[in-house]
C-alpha cells in the first residue's frame, strides 16, 4: 500500500543512493514521477514514496544497502550475486527517522553499506566475476516507449484484499497503451489479466535485469517477478476469458502437472480457442485468436477526456452459432475509487449483439449468436464515466527502424588451422539498444538474422569473404528472452518463453508486421530458469528445442525438458527429461539430437548427451525428494570435465560446410571459457561413444550458439554474457574459417578406446620419431558420484579422492603413417578419460591435443583391419629410465609437457579459479603462498619440484580438500621435462 512521504525516507534514499553506487551496481532503480516517483527495487514487491525534488531522469543503476544478507546463488555457481529482501522491512523501520536524526541515519547506513560492499567475496566463497557496467546513458530503457508490446511474465498475485488470488501470468503480452495505461495479455487463457495506470512493470526480469547491468541475474523461483507499477483498475483470475455460454466458470480447465499449484500449464485445448498472432498496426496491435474455431481480432487502446485517461478495448468476431462470455474482469467492491464499464456495440436484427453484466464486482459481455460479423467496443475508466467510441481502422505500421547500421570485421591473423574473425555489432544505433546476440540462423543467400535475449531480431546481409561493409537492418522486437533462432523453408522462427513465432514481412518493407504464434503446446511456468534454450529444425521440418530445468518453487510439465515439436506446430512429444539447463543440437541429416548440460546439484561434471527415448537424464529440484530418482538415469555420450568446460552451450553440425577435413563433424559449445570442441563420435560398439578435443579458445565474447552460413561455408558463432565467464566483451558475433587445407588438419580424425590401449587417427602423415616416443603420450582416469551435493570430487578406480595415471606400454605407427595405437595396460570402463599426445606432421609442423571421454565399453584392437603391422601389444611397463631421451630444457618445452600432461585441467595461466582444482599459475614462481598446515613459503623452483613430485608435501591453503587430489609425475616425466615445465611457470608473471 502507498503511504504519506514520510521525512526520514529522505536520509533512506539518500544513504541509500550514495553506499549504494559503490556495491557494484546490483539493482536497478526506476525512478519517475509527475508529482512523486516510485523508487522500485529489483525484485521488491513493496514501494517507497520519495518526495519530488529528488526525482531521477529514467533508468538508473543503484545497488540499496537494505541488502544486509549475501547470498550466492550457489545453484548456479556464477558471478552474480542475489540479494537478499528478507529484513527490508525491519531496516525500513528502524531507519524512518526524524528530520533532527540525520548524522546518525548516515553514519549507520555508511556502516551497513561498507559490510555489505566487504562481504562480496569472502574467502571460501565462489569468487564473482565482475560485470561491465555501462554509464547509466549508453543504453536507453528496456522498454521502449514507441513500440507497443513486449513480452513478460506479470506477477499480480499481491494486488491485496478481494482482487482475484494467485493472478500469475507465465506468457503475457504486456500492451503500452499510452497515456500510463497498460494491459497483459495471457496467450495461454486468452484472458487480460490485468489492466493498470501507471509506469509499467518492475524490471526484475532476467533480461531486464541485466540489460544496462551486464550479469545481473533474476533470483530463481517465482518469488521476485515483475510487478505491476502503479494502480490496478481490473483483474481476471486463473480461468479462460472466453468462455462458451452464459454460464462462467472460474476453474481452469487445463490439465495440472506434477504439482497442481502450478499455474504454468500451458495452453488450454485447442478446441477451446488459441492464440495466433500480434499483427502490428500504425499505434496498435491486433491480437488475433480464435475461440471454438470463431476468429476473433482484439485491440486496445486510450485515451484522456477531460483529462481523464480510458481504456477502451475493441473487438471483431466473426459468426457464430452460439453465444459467448467475454469476463472483463473483477475489481473489489470495497474499493473507494469506483471503475466505470461501458459497451458499445452494433445490433443482431432488433437486438444487441453484445449486453454489459455486473455481479459482484465483476463485469461480463455476453455476445449473441450471428451469422454476420460484429464490431464492438468496451471502455473503462476509474472515477469518471467511461465513454466508448467508435474505433478507427488502424492503419499498416510505417517503418519503426528505417535506419541501416554499417559495421566490418576484423580478420584473425593465426596461422592455426581455425582462425576467429571478429564481427562488430551495432552498438552504435539511433535508438540506444543495447545488442546481445544469442543465436543466428542463414537464408539460403547468405543473409543472417541474429536474436537477442532482450527480444529484438537484427536481418544481417555480407557476412562472407573479408567482412566488409556488412549491413544491419532491425527487423523485429517484443519477444521474451528468446536465446534461439531458426529458419525453415525460408521462413523464420524464433522460440521464446511464449512459445515458437513465426515472425513475418507482410508488406515486404524489412519489418516484421506480424508475430504468428506457431506453436504453444507445451508449458512454461513463471520460473525465472526455465529458459528457452534452444530450437533447432530437424530433417522433417519438426522443431527440436530444449527448456531450463532448475526450480525454485512449484514443479512444472516440461521444465529441464528436450521436446520435439510437430511440423505443423500442433504437438508435442518429449524426447529426454531431468535436465538442468540443457543447450541442444540437431544433425540436419539424421535428425540426431544432442544435449549438453550444466554441472550443479545431480550434476557431477559437464555432460554431453544424446536424447532419445524419453529418457531420464537425472536432474532432481530442491522440492523433490533427495536422490530418490524417479526413472533410470541414461548415462551421457560422454562426460566432460568441469575445468575443461565448466558451462556447456549449444552444438552445431558443420554438415554442407566448406572446411575441409572438419567438414560434417560435431562442434559443441563451451561458454565459461570460450571454446570450441570438435566431438568425435564412434559406433564401433554396441553403443555410441564421443570424445571432445578443443579446436580453438580465440572468442572475445562467451559463445552460446552457432550456424553454418551457406555461401562461404564457414561456421558463425553468437553468445553474450549473463552468468559467469572469462571473456572480455559482454557479446559478440564471430566467424570460425577454416585454413588448414583439404585433409591437412592435425585435429583427429577418430580416437577409439580398446581392451589394449589407444587408437588415434589423423588426416595427415606423422612424423615417425614422434609418433613413436612413449614420453609423447600420456593418460589418466576417475570417476564421478552423482549426488545431491553440487558436482563430484573426482575418485580413483579404489575409491580414494583423485586421479590414476595411466602409463603407455608401447606405440605402434600405421602403415599408412596416419594413425598411432599406444599401448596401455589395465584399460577398463570409467566415467572419464583423459588422453593426451604431442606429434609432429612429416612437413616438421608440431602439436599437441588433450581429448576427454567416456570409454563404456572397450574393443579388441585387430591391427591388420586397422591398418598396422601384426602385432602383438606389448602392455609390459617400462622403467623410468626408458621413456625418453632428455628434452632440451626451455620454456618452450615446458609449455609442451603441460599441455602434454593436461595441467590447464586443474591450474589455469590467466588467474581464474572457476572449476580449478589446484592454484593459478599466473604471478605463482616467487610468491608467497599459505599452506594448508599453517605454514609459508615461497614458490621457487625447489617448491614447484617437490610439488611435481610430492603433490602431498605442502598443499596450498584452500585446496587441502579439493575435489581432484594431483597425482605424482615422478616418473611419469623426466627431470628435464621438470626443469622446462618450471621455466614455464615462472614465464607466467
Same mark, same amino acid.
Given at each position: 500500500m502507498d503511504r504519506k512521504p514520510q521525512r526520514g525516507d529522505m536520509f533512506v534514499f539518500i544513504i541509500s543512493f550514495a553506499v549504494g553506487t559503490g556495491t557494484s551496481g546490483s539493482l536497478m532503480a526506476l525512478l519517475q514521477s509527475s508529482e512523486s516517483f516510485d523508487c522500485i527495487y529489483l525484485g521488491l514487491a513493496r514501494r517507497t514514496r520519495l518526495q519530488p525534488r529528488l526525482s531521477h531522469d529514467g533508468l538508473s543503476v543503484l545497488s540499496h544497502p537494505h541488502n544486509l544478507h549475501r547470498s550466492v546463488d550457489t545453484v548456479d555457481n556464477a558471478f552474480g550475486f542475489?540479494?537478499?529482501?528478507?529484513?527490508?522491512?525491519?531496516?525500513?523501520?528502524?531507519?524512518?527517522?526524524?528530520?533532527?536524526?540525520?548524522?546518525?541515519?548516515?553514519?549507520?547506513?555508511?556502516?551497513? /553499506?561498507?559490510?555489505?560492499?566487504?562481504?562480496?567475496?569472502?574467502?571460501?566463497?565462489?569468487?564473482?566475476?565482475?560485470?561491465?557496467?555501462?554509464?547509466?546513458?549508453?543504453?536507453?530503457?528496456?522498454?521502449?516507449? @514507441?513500440?507497443?508490446?513486449?513480452?513478460?511474465?506479470?506477477?499480480?498475485?499481491?494486488?491485496?484484499?478481494?482482487?482475484?488470488?494467485?493472478?500469475?501470468?507465465?506468457?503475457?503480452?504486456?500492451?503500452?497503451? /499510452?497515456?500510463?495505461?497498460?494491459?497483459?495479455?495471457?496467450?495461454?487463457?486468452?484472458?487480460?489479466?490485468?489492466?493498470?495506470?501507471?509506469?509499467?512493470?518492475?524490471?526484475?526480469?532476467?533480461?531486464?535485469?541485466?540489460?544496462?547491468?551486464?550479469?545481473?541475474?533474476?533470483?530463481?523461483?517465482?518469488?521476485?517477478?515483475?510487478?505491476?507499477?502503479?494502480?490496478?483498475?481490473?483483474?481476471?483470475?486463473?480461468?479462460?476469458?472466453?468462455?462458451?455460454?452464459?454460464?462462467?466458470?472460474?476453474? @481452469?480447465?487445463?490439465?495440472? /502437472?506434477? @504439482?497442481?499449484?502450478?499455474?504454468?500449464?500451458?495452453?488450454? @485445448?485447442?478446441?477451446?480457442?488459441?492464440?495466433?498472432?500480434?499483427?502490428?498496426?500504425?499505434?496498435?496491435?491486433?491480437?488475433?485468436?480464435?475461440?471454438?474455431?470463431?476468429?476473433?481480432?482484439?485491440?486496445?487502446?486510450?485515451?484522456?477526456?477531460?483529462?481523464?485517461?480510458?481504456?477502451?478495448?475493441?473487438?471483431?468476431?466473426?459468426?457464430?452459432?452460439?453465444?459467448?462470455?467475454?469476463?472483463?474482469?473483477?475489481?473489489?467492491?470495497?474499493?473507494?475509487?469506483?471503475?466505470?464499464?461501458?459497451?458499445?456495440?452494433?445490433?443482431?436484427?432488433?437486438?444487441?449483439?453484445?449486453?454489459?453484466?455486473?455481479?459482484?464486482?465483476?463485469?461480463?459481455?455476453?455476445?449473441?449468436?450471428?451469422?454476420?460479423?460484429?464490431?464492438?467496443s468496451v471502455a473503462m475508466s476509474l472515477n469518471s464515466a467511461a465513454r466508448p467510441a467508435q474505433s478507427l481502422k488502424a492503419k499498416p505500421a510505417e517503418l519503426r527502424w528505417p535506419e541501416i547500421i554499417t559495421t566490418s570485421g576484423s580478420l584473425s591473423e593465426s596461422d592455426e588451422d581455425c582462425v576467429v574473425d571478429n564481427i562488430a555489432l551495432p552498438t552504435t544505433n539511433p535508438w540506444k539498444r543495447n545488442v546481445r546476440f544469442a543465436d543466428l540462423a542463414f537464408f539460403k543467400d547468405g543473409r543472417a538474422a541474429a536474436v537477442t535475449y532482450d527480444g529484438d531480431v537484427w536481418l544481417i546481409?555480407?557476412?562472407?569473404?573479408?567482412?566488409?561493409?556488412?549491413?544491419?537492418?532491425?527487423?523485429?522486437?517484443?519477444?521474451?528472452?528468446?536465446l534461439s533462432i531458426a529458419v525453415r523453408d525460408e521462413e523464420l522462427f524464433v522460440f521464446d518463453r511464449n512459445g515458437i513465432w513465426n515472425l513475418r514481412d507482410m508488406d515486404g518493407n524489412g519489418e516484421a508486421d506480424v508475430h504468428r504464434l506457431f506453436s504453444n503446446a507445451f508449458a512454461q511456468t513463471a520460473e525465472t530458469r526455465e529458459f528457452a534454450s534452444g530450437m533447432r529444425v530437424g530433417p522433417d521440418g519438426s522443431f527440436i528445442i530444449a527448456k531450463g530445468g532448475q526450480q525454485g518453487a512449484t514443479i512444472g510439465k516440461h521444465n529441464g525438458t528436450v521436446l520435439r515439436v510437430s511440423p505443423d506446430g500442433k504437438t508435442t512429444t518429449v524426447l529426454g527429461w531431468g535436465l538442468r539447463q540443457p543447450f541442444m543440437g540437431v544433425d540436419p541429416k539424421t535428425g540426431l539430437v544432442t544435449a549438453s548440460d550444466q554441472q550443479g546439484h545431480y550434476t557431477p561434471a559437464t555432460p554431453l548427451h544424446v536424447v532419445e527415448g524419453n529418457q531420464y537424464y537425472g536432474f532432481l529440484t530442491g522440492s523433490q525428494p533427495k536422490e530418490q530418482y524417479p526413472a533410470p538415469i541414461a548415462d551421457p555420450l560422454t562426460w566432460i570435465p568441469h575445468s575443461i568446460n565448466a558451462s556447456g552451450a549449444g552444438q552445431v553440425w558443420l554438415r554442407d560446410a566448406r572446411m575441409g577435413s572438419m567438414n560434417d563433424r560435431l562442434i559443441h559449445i563451451g561458454y565459461y571459457r570460450p571454446e570450441l570442441f570438435v566431438t568425435l563420435l564412434n559406433d564401433r560398439g554396441s553403443r555410441k561413444q564421443g570424445a571432445v578435443v578443443s579446436l580453438t579458445r580465440d572468442f572475445l565474447f562467451p559463445p552460446l550458439c552457432g550456424a553454418v552460413n551457406p555461401v562461404d561455408g564457414q561456421l558463425y558463432i553468437a553468445g553474450f554474457q549473463i552468468w559467469g565467464t572469462q571473456a572480455e566483451q559482454i557479446s559478440g558475433l564471430a566467424r570460425v574459417r577454416y585454413t588448414g587445407g583439404e585433409n591437412n588438419s592435425t585435429m583427429p580424425r577418430e580416437i577409439v578406446a580398446m581392451k589394449e590401449g589407444m587408437l588415434l587417427r589423423f588426416d595427415v602423415l606423422l612424423d615417425k620419431t614422434k609418433a613413436t616416443a612413449l614420453s609423447n603420450f600420456s593418460a589418466e582416469r576417475w570417476n564421478y558420484q552423482r549426488t545431491a551435493n553440487y558436482g563430484s570430487p573426482h575418485f580413483k578406480l579404489d575409491g580414494s579422492k583423485g586421479q590414476d595415471a595411466m602409463f603407455a606400454s608401447s606405440v605402434y605407427l600405421s602403415n599408412d603413417r596416419k594413425a598411432v595405437f599406444v599401448g596401455i595396460p589395465d584399460m577398463q570402463p570409467v566415467m572419464q578419460m583423459r588422453f593426451g599426445w604431442s606429434l609432429g606432421t612429416e612437413s616438421g609442423k608440431t602439436f599437441q591435443q588433450n581429448a576427454y571421454f567416456t570409454p563404456y565399453e572397450l574393443i579388441s584392437f585387430d591391427p591388420k583391419t586397422e591398418g598396422f603391422e601384426p602385432v602383438i601389444v606389448d602392455l609390459t611397463l617400462k622403467g623410468s629410465e626408458t621413456i625418453a631421451e632428455e628434452a632440451p630444457i626451455n620454456v618452450k618445452e615446458g609449455k609442451r609437457v603441460s599441455e602434454l600432461m593436461g595441467c590447464i585441467a586443474c591450474h589455469s595461466v590467466d588467474g581464474s579459479k572457476l572449476g580449478k582444482s589446484g592454484p593459478t599459475w599466473k604471478g605463482l614462481f616467487g610468491s608467497e603462498v599459505s599452506l594448508a598446515n599453517a605454514g609459508k613459503v615461497v614458490a621457487d623452483a625447489a617448491y614447484l619440484r617437490e610439488s611435481i613430485i610430492d603433490p602431498t608435501a605442502k598443499v596450498v591453503s584452500g585446496f587441502e580438500k579439493s575435489d581432484a587430489g594431483m597425482p605424482s609425475y615422478e616418473g611419469v616425466i623426466t627431470d628435464a621435462q621438470i626443469e622446462s615445465v618450471i621455466l614455464y611457470i615462472e614465464t607466467l608473471r
Open positions: 542475489q540479494t537478499c529482501y528478507d529484513q527490508q522491512s525491519r531496516v525500513q523501520k528502524t531507519f524512518r527517522m526524524k528530520a533532527s536524526q540525520p548524522i546518525l541515519a548516515i553514519l549507520l547506513f555508511f556502516s551497513i /553499506g561498507t559490510q555489505f560492499v566487504q562481504g562480496q567475496n569472502q574467502p571460501g566463497q565462489p569468487t564473482a566475476a565482475k560485470p561491465s557496467v555501462p554509464a547509466p546513458a549508453l543504453w536507453n530503457n528496456f522498454v521502449e516507449t @514507441d513500440f507497443p508490446f513486449f513480452s513478460s511474465v506479470l506477477d499480480a498475485r499481491n494486488l491485496g484484499a478481494g482482487w482475484p488470488t494467485n493472478n500469475l501470468t507465465p506468457r503475457g503480452i504486456i500492451l503500452n497503451l /499510452g497515456n500510463d495505461c497498460w494491459a497483459c495479455f495471457d496467450v495461454d487463457l486468452l484472458r487480460v489479466s490485468a489492466i493498470w495506470h501507471g509506469k509499467g512493470v518492475t524490471p526484475v526480469s532476467m533480461s531486464q535485469g541485466s540489460y544496462q547491468v551486464a550479469g545481473a541475474k533474476a533470483p530463481i523461483g517465482q518469488g521476485k517477478l515483475p510487478e505491476i507499477i502503479g494502480t490496478p483498475w481490473i483483474a481476471n483470475g486463473i480461468y479462460p476469458g472466453w468462455q462458451p455460454g452464459e454460464q462462467v466458470s472460474r476453474i @481452469d480447465p487445463r490439465e495440472p /502437472g506434477p @504439482d497442481s499449484r502450478e499455474i504454468g500449464r500451458g495452453p488450454i @485445448d485447442p478446441r477451446l480457442g488459441r492464440f495466433k498472432a500480434v499483427r502490428l498496426r500504425e499505434n496498435v496491435v491486433w491480437l488475433e485468436y480464435d475461440i471454438e474455431d470463431v476468429p476473433i481480432r482484439e485491440w486496445m487502446e486510450s485515451r484522456v477526456e477531460n483529462g481523464i485517461a480510458q481504456v477502451q478495448r475493441t473487438f471483431e468476431i466473426g459468426k457464430r452459432e452460439k453465444s459467448f462470455t467475454l469476463i472483463v474482469g473483477s475489481r473489489p467492491e470495497s474499493l473507494t475509487n469506483r471503475l466505470d464499464v461501458s459497451v458499445l456495440a452494433n445490433t443482431v436484427g432488433d437486438a444487441p449483439a453484445v449486453s454489459l453484466h455486473e455481479s459482484a464486482g465483476t463485469w461480463f459481455l455476453r455476445v449473441v449468436p450471428s451469422y454476420t460479423f460484429t464490431e464492438f546481409s555480407g557476412l562472407r569473404e573479408n567482412l566488409s561493409g556488412l549491413k544491419w537492418k532491425r527487423f523485429a522486437s517484443g519477444l521474451h528472452e528468446p
